[in-house]
């Protein structure tokens, strides 16, 4: 059997904003809700689990999806829409900007907990 990531869970100061946030985001569903935890499903059918947690507990994580051409400009369209900050880069030295690293095109943004999440449409070193 190959080893594959299953679910992770994913700390929040509202599991179910976290949850809804990143679906709208992305055009997903959530899931219903099991024990603390709000699923939502990504295509290849890892699980986030988003559980709700003290704030001041939360360490901000880094969480990076690739996406297609067309996801990402749907997704780009509501973090503008939404006037959530973005950047080219994950230290912020580039606002306002998107980059085009190995041929694609990639974003950063902070989610409602404040973890720091990537769009990609091309794998890094691809």
Do not use: C
Not at 24 to 35: A, K, S
Not at 69 to 88: K, S, T, V
Not at 101 to 126: A, C, K, Q, W
């Amino acid at each position: 059997m190959s080893v594959e990531l299953n679910h992770t869970i994913i700390h929040s100061r509202d599991n179910r904003e976290s949850a809804e946030f990143f679906a709208d985001l992305l055009g997903l569903e959530v899931g219903p809700e099991w024990g603390p935890f709000i699923p939502v499903v990504l295509a290849n059918g890892v699980t986030l689990d988003f559980a709700t947690i003290p704030e001041e507990s939360i360490t901000p994580q880094h969480y990076a999806f690739l996406v297609s051409e067309a996801e990402f400009d749907a997704a780009f369209g509501r973090i503008q829409e939404l006037g959530i900050a973005y950047h080219a880069d994950p230290h912020r030295k580039l606002p306002g900007e998107i980059n085009h690293n190995d041929g694609g095109r990639g974003v950063y943004f902070p989610d409602p907990s404040g973890h720091g999440m990537e769009l990609i449409t091309r794998p890094y070193g691809g």
